[in-house]
């Protein structure tokens, strides 16, 4: 059964459930009930925008559920997944935790520190050459002379091409 409450500092206007859905309860100020879409931040968080006087703020789901479900007595400052899915914000599978639980968690799962393994990536130039070959991105960005975040864009399919290469994963 899917049980309702008010989002923190947005009492009367957002609701949370503890399956970890979002609604607005004033939607398109015609007093409309509507849930709010939910996207995915880099990390692979839901998250949501919501609007207040003018000002928007997002926030990642898992918390809001946390926050208006979950007892924080101790005042830990991180929201863990029980089962390891980013997704799944249903409040039978999150808890409050200290960074160090958090850590040992994700390391038990072997997920900690998986942004850092390395990734082999190929740099094919777009006007004919000599395509390259790189170990990480790291060593791609200074191979081509970009910043890092240009081959993850690459890599992730929001830019094409970055100084005159297209770079794909190997």
Same mark, same amino acid.
């Given at each position: #059964? %899917?049980? =309702?409450?008010?989002? %923190?500092?947005? %009492?009367?206007?957002?609701?949370?459930?503890?399956?970890?859905?979002?609604?607005?309860?004033?939607?398109?100020?015609?007093?409309?009930? &509507?849930?709010?879409?939910?996207?995915? /931040?880099?990390?692979?968080?839901? !998250?949501?925008?919501?609007?207040?006087?003018?000002?928007?703020?997002?926030?990642?789901?898992?918390?809001?559920?946390? @926050?208006?479900?979950? /007892?924080?007595? #101790?005042?830990?400052? $991180?929201?863990?997944?029980?089962?390891?899915?980013?997704?799944?914000?249903?409040? &039978?599978?999150? $808890? =409050?935790?200290? !960074?160090?639980?958090?850590? +040992?968690?994700? &390391? @038990?799962?072997?997920?900690?520190?998986?942004?850092?393994?390395?990734?082999?990536?190929?740099? +094919?130039?777009?006007?004919?050459?000599?395509?390259?070959?790189?170990?990480?991105? !790291? $060593?791609?960005?200074?191979?081509?002379?970009?910043?890092?975040?240009?081959?993850?864009?690459?890599?992730? *399919? @929001?830019?094409?091409?970055?100084?005159?290469?297209?770079?794909? *994963?190997?």
């Amino acid at each position: #059964m %899917e049980i =309702w409450k008010d989002v %923190e500092d947005y %009492e009367g206007i957002y609701q949370v459930s503890n399956l970890g859905n979002v609604r607005s309860l004033n939607y398109r100020r015609k007093g409309l009930i &509507s849930n709010v879409k939910q996207g995915i /931040d880099h990390y692979g968080y839901p !998250k949501i925008r919501l609007y207040k006087n003018g000002v928007r703020l997002e926030y990642k789901v898992h918390r809001l559920v946390a @926050k208006a479900f979950l /007892d924080n007595s #101790m005042g830990l400052p $991180e929201v863990n997944h029980k089962d390891y899915n980013r997704k799944n914000n249903n409040i &039978s599978n999150l $808890e =409050w935790v200290s !960074k160090l639980d958090n850590i +040992i968690h994700q &390391s @038990k799962r072997g997920l900690f520190g998986r942004q850092a393994t390395t990734r082999r990536i190929i740099a +094919i130039p777009i006007n004919g050459g000599e395509t390259l070959l790189f170990n990480s991105v !790291k $060593e791609a960005s200074q191979g081509i002379g970009v910043a890092q975040c240009c081959i993850s864009y690459c890599l992730s *399919g @929001k830019q094409k091409f970055t100084r005159g290469y297209i770079v794909k *994963g190997a």
